[in-house]
């Protein structure tokens, strides 16, 4: 076997590993699904599986990773077509974010199950590797626009990020209180708002 045919082999199987144990997880949590049912539905052995992810917890991460990536890939593509200047990006970003948390998926994965299989620490990184990056690009538009308040782009978007990741979990508790969440972070985002000629 050709060592291009033997990494497509290991892409594919690692793809399926990913996409079988995303299914589960989502449905049931990583706690309740164990590594023999991720293996049967993919349609791998045990030692493919290993393989890939020498622990369960190795898979969990990807799985992870894969969610956070495409919720910041949705975040980034609605602010693209919906914003009107930076400043109403920051506010729309709320409200398109808290939205996307509403899905179940979402929540079991990034919001439940991330924080305690990973522990904070690790979750938090892959978080910041993913959003982080989109807040601090929007952060520092709305100040070079005059929009908001000259601060440092990094702390801000850091403070915005924990500010959103609290909402999110507010939002997990009761997704009724979606609106009220993001009225009240729409609120706080204002405080940052430079009036016209400030």
Same mark, same amino acid.
């Given at each position: 076997?050709?060592?291009?045919?033997?990494?497509?082999?290991?892409?594919?199987?690692?793809?399926?590993?990913?996409?079988?144990?995303?299914?589960?997880?989502?449905?049931?949590?990583?706690?309740?699904?164990?590594?023999?049912?991720?293996?049967?539905?993919?349609?791998?052995?045990?030692?493919?599986?290993?393989?890939?992810?020498?622990?369960?917890?190795?898979?969990?991460?990807?799985?992870?990773?894969?969610?956070?990536? %495409?919720?910041?890939?949705?975040? /980034?593509?609605?602010? =693209? +077509?919906? @914003?009107?200047? $930076?400043? *109403?990006? &920051?506010?729309?970003?709320?409200?398109?974010?808290?939205?996307?948390?509403?899905?179940?998926?979402?929540?079991?994965?990034?919001?439940?199950?991330?924080?305690?299989?990973?522990?904070?620490?690790?979750?938090?990184?892959?978080?910041?590797?993913?959003?982080?990056?989109?807040? %601090?690009?929007?952060?520092?538009? /709305?100040?070079?626009? =005059? +929009?908001? @308040?000259?601060? $440092?782009? *990094?702390? &801000?978007?850091?403070?915005?990020?924990?500010?959103?990741?609290?909402?999110?979990?507010?939002?997990?508790?009761?997704?009724?209180?979606?609106?009220?969440?993001?009225?009240?972070?729409?609120?706080?985002?204002?405080?940052?708002?430079?009036?016209?000629?400030?």
């Amino acid at each position: 076997m050709t060592v291009n045919k033997q990494a497509e082999r290991s892409a594919s199987t690692r793809a399926k590993l990913i996409r079988a144990a995303r299914a589960l997880f989502a449905r049931r949590g990583y706690a309740d699904v164990p590594t023999a049912e991720i293996v049967r539905r993919a349609g791998v052995t045990r030692g493919a599986l290993y393989h890939q992810f020498p622990a369960k917890e190795d898979l969990f991460l990807a799985v992870y990773e894969q969610v956070e990536q %495409e919720l910041t890939g949705h975040v /980034a593509a609605q602010l =693209g +077509e919906e @914003a009107d200047g $930076p400043f *109403a990006a &920051l506010r729309d970003g709320i409200r398109i974010f808290l939205e996307a948390c509403r899905a179940p998926e979402v929540q079991r994965i990034v919001l439940i199950d991330g924080p305690s299989v990973l522990g904070w620490e690790r979750w938090r990184e892959v978080a910041e590797r993913y959003g982080l990056g989109l807040i %601090e690009a929007v952060v520092a538009g /709305a100040i070079e626009a =005059g +929009e908001i @308040a000259p601060l $440092p782009v *990094a702390t &801000l978007a850091h403070l915005l990020m924990g500010a959103l990741d609290e909402a999110a979990l507010l939002v997990v508790r009761d997704p009724s209180g979606t609106d009220a969440v993001a009225s009240t972070l729409e609120r706080l985002l204002d405080g940052l708002r430079l009036a016209p000629g400030e």
